[in-house]
């Protein structure tokens, strides 16, 4: 995935690892058994206005996290795609895969390496990267979602032309005006979005890994944020919702942030309290709300069905990235 983000446990645990940090709050587990019926009626009368509101709308969201690791999560958000598809939104789906490309990598005796949240990709590593993230991954959500009575199709950057990409050149933050080898991270250089309307026009899901090509047919591994964040753009898509480990962006005392503007970004920025795996999030969901995209959300993939409480409820969830 993108050159998945290094882990900065103190600011957002990304999907560069699958341990959580012990001193994150555990997220407990609802059984709707629990909930009387008239409350689900209630639940189902507050969510109308937003049905109607996002209908027909482009929904993009940065699946990562627990919600790609705990099979109740996976489940659990595999049907709350396809509602939002059956109720008539249009949601788009990248995935991220840091664990599991972690995990293949010790196989082949290999340890994941990052620089400044990007992963460093040798040849072997890119092979890895390929097949881990548009065969098991990309293969296993597709096959979650068609299992519950979605149409999910999977694509990486090759089909249909759908991400051109060419070698990332990184800053070197300590020698000014040079840059560093990270081997074949990819940055983009555009998107061809005629793919991804084929199949929203034909009722299908599209499932996204984010895997570049260059002119010629090299891969490259790209930040999943940074893909997300871009093929928002391109479709002018109502959310772009980014799925985490934690409640949102936290301050430097751990607290939530349940809104920032571009200002609060750059200093957060400038004082080290977004770093790492969180710096190509955050400057994605910023890029994209600067560039059209309604509203931008940080949420915690933890919780159930957080990203129906994201869409359909007026609950203030997460984090909201605004342009100004």
């Not at 991220?96 to 995990?103: A, E, R, T, V």
């Not at 299992?147 to 199709?153: L, M, S, T, W």
């Not at 979005?193 to 084929?198: E, I, Q, S, T």
């Amino acid at each position: 995935m993108s050159s998945q983000p290094e882990e900065n446990p103190a600011i957002l645990p990304t999907e560069t690892s699958s341990e959580m940090p012990s001193d994150l709050p555990v997220v407990s587990e609802i059984t709707t058994d629990l909930i009387p019926a008239a409350t689900k009626a209630e639940i189902l009368a507050e969510a109308l206005p937003y049905i109607r509101k996002f209908h027909g709308k482009t929904i993009v969201v940065k699946y990562g996290g627990n919600a790609m690791t705990e099979e109740r999560l996976k489940h659990g958000f595999a049907r709350d795609v396809i509602l939002l598809k059956l109720v008539g939104m249009n949601p788009v789906v990248v995935h991220g895969g840091g664990p599991q490309i972690d995990s293949a990598l010790k196989k082949i005796g290999k340890q994941g390496t990052f620089v400044q949240g990007m992963r460093i990709t040798d040849e072997e590593t890119m092979e890895v990267v390929e097949w881990v993230l548009g065969g098991e991954v990309q293969q296993d959500i597709v096959m979650l979602i068609n299992h519950y009575g979605g149409q999910a199709v999977g694509l990486t950057g090759k089909d249909g032309g759908l991400i051109r990409a060419r070698r990332y050149e990184m800053p070197d933050r300590e020698n000014p005006g040079k840059f560093l080898d990270i081997g074949f991270v990819g940055e983009i250089d555009a998107i061809n979005p005629a793919v991804v309307k084929a199949l929203q026009d034909d009722a299908f899901i599209p499932i996204i890994s984010p895997i570049g090509f260059g002119s010629d047919g090299q891969a490259y591994n790209i930040n999943a944020d940074v893909v997300a964040g871009k093929i928002a753009e391109i479709l002018k898509a109502e959310k772009l919702i980014m799925m985490t480990n934690i409640p949102g962006v936290l301050d430097k005392e751990g607290k939530l942030v349940t809104d920032l503007s571009a200002r609060e970004i750059d200093e957060m920025f400038a004082d080290g309290t977004i770093s790492g795996g969180m710096l190509p999030k955050i400057s994605s969901a910023l890029d994209a709300a600067k560039s059209g995209v309604n509203t931008v959300h940080i949420i915690d993939g933890r919780i159930e069905h957080s990203l129906l409480l994201e869409v359909l409820t007026e609950q203030a969830f997460g984090t909201m990235i605004r342009s100004h």
